[in-house]
């Protein structure tokens, strides 16, 4: 596997562009399984994560043409041959589950191994099979694997106990092909959920509330082709603004929708970094002196997202004073603590609570990715350190940020990406 070695310290300047985003090109791509006409998707980007729900289509049968370096995807579900998939495709990523409630839609039954993804917490997806079930499909687990089938599926009233993002776009998903109406109460209001359902409508779905706590989906009797663009990776424009403070630099991020940021603007602008709207499209991040201790806790959107706590738990363990980081979403997104611990931050857990004692620098080590936002987390923290470190499992940081290392350096980041030696090779002592 590969690594990184960051040379730290350099304040990072200039402009950079936002990649299409992850989370809503992932459940669009699984949307395309909905119809048997051609779908063409933009601004993919070229992600480890979008390969893998390629490869998921593709063992489905789906007939796929990604051309990566114009970010378009073209894909024909026309032919399904299967509706099981092997275990190594869902286990890479939890995202291959998306496919459940499509599936189960167009075919009426499907075997699914249980989904694996980061290692952050337990992530079950019984609000998925909930969902689904109280639309007439009957679930098994057995072996690992879940079995779904139904007779056809009816439109339902579904109450989410928890608004799941996952839950929240598998049943849309199959509700659009189900027979009468869905209600969905407590679903999840993500811009990347309103990105489905625009996508979906586009195909001639009928999905109305995206975006707001209750949707409603109309089902139809089929959905067509349709060209969509995606929207811009929040996370990802959330985690460069950070590193331009981080690195006392002075960054314009671009290609991003400030309305998707409000939280994470608002936390950086009371912890005194410097935050510009400078355009419709643009936001611009600078150092303004040491940023201050602020309490952060993560919550489904419009909250400030699980996804980029990480990210700013770098920014305050660099910060003046001692913060509190309450982690509500997922039971174990503090993995990356050890390693800022190891680059001398002071963190220390307490269950789902984290106490950040700000210190006035970070020093390079070699450490481990443990998740894609810990390599995140990791990679800011190197960004700024005194010295050189060495970031391994970097893989992870490949299945959301598509070839960072050179989009950071042509910004004065001193980044290299090191090809790990074929196994067996032997080490000299230099
Ligand atoms: C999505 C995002 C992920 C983000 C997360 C929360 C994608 C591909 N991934 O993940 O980056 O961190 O939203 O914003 O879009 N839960 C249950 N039962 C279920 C489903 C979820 O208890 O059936 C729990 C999970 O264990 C977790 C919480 O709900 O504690 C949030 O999960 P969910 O919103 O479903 O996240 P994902 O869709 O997996």
Redesign the pocket.
């Known amino acids: 596997m590969d690594r990184l070695l960051i040379r730290g310290g350099v304040p990072l300047r200039g402009k950079i562009q936002v990649n299409g985003s992850?989370?809503a090109c992932?459940?669009i791509i699984a949307s395309t399984l909905l119809t048997r006409d051609t779908t063409i998707i933009e601004e993919v980007p070229d992600l480890l994560d979008v390969r893998t729900m390629i490869a998921v289509l593709e063992g489905l049968g789906a007939a796929v043409d990604y051309r990566q370096e114009q970010g378009l995807l073209r894909i024909n579900s026309g032919d399904l041959s299967k509706t099981a998939l092997p275990a190594d495709l869902v286990g890479r990523m939890?995202?291959s589950f998306l496919v459940l409630g499509p599936l189960l839609a167009r075919k009426k039954v499907v075997r699914l191994p249980l989904p694996g993804?980061c290692a952050i917490?337990?992530?079950?997806?019984?609000?998925?099979?909930k969902g689904l079930a109280a639309m007439g499909a009957q679930f098994s687990i057995a072996n690992g694997c879940v079995e779904g089938i139904t007779g056809g599926l009816q439109g339902a009233r579904i109450y989410l106990d928890?608004?799941?993002?996952?839950?929240t776009?598998n049943i849309i998903m199959a509700a659009t092909l189900a027979r009468g109406t869905t209600i969905l109460e407590n679903a999840?209001t993500?811009p990347?959920i309103v990105d489905l359902a625009n996508c979906l409508n586009s195909m001639r779905a009928q999905v109305v509330g995206a975006g707001t706590a209750r949707i409603r989906i109309e089902g139809v009797s089929r959905l067509g082709g349709t060209r969509h663009a995606i929207i811009p990776d929040r996370?990802e424009a959330g985690t460069l603004l950070l590193a331009g403070v981080i690195t006392g630099g002075d960054l314009t991020v671009e290609h991003v929708l400030p309305d998707h940021l409000k939280s994470l603007l608002a936390k950086m602008t009371e912890a005194g970094a410097f935050v510009e709207e400078v355009g419709p499209t643009a936001i611009r991040a600078a150092a303004n002196g040491r940023t201050a201790a602020v309490d952060l806790k993560t919550m489904?959107?419009p909250g400030f997202?699980?996804?980029l706590q990480p990210q700013f738990m770098t920014l305050l363990a660099l910060s003046g004073g001692t913060s509190m980081v309450i982690e509500t979403?997922?039971?174990n997104r503090f993995r990356h603590i050890e390693s800022l611990n190891r680059m001398g931050a002071q963190i220390q857990v307490e269950g789902r609570h984290a106490i950040v004692q700000g210190r006035p620098y970070l020093t390079g080590a070699p450490v481990v990715a443990p998740d894609l936002r810990g390599a995140a987390a990791l990679l800011l923290a190197a960004l700024a350190a005194r010295g050189e470190t060495e970031l391994f499992a970097v893989h992870h940081l490949w299945r959301g940020h598509s070839r960072l290392e050179e989009r950071l350096s042509l910004l004065g980041a001193q980044i290299e990406r090191v090809a790990e030696e074929p196994e067996g090779a032997i080490k000299t002592g230099s």
């Open positions: 992850k989370n992932l459940p939890r995202a993804g917490g337990t992530r079950p997806v019984d609000l998925h099979l928890f608004p799941s993002v996952g839950a776009e999840a993500e990347e996370i489904p959107y997202s699980t996804d979403v997922f039971e």
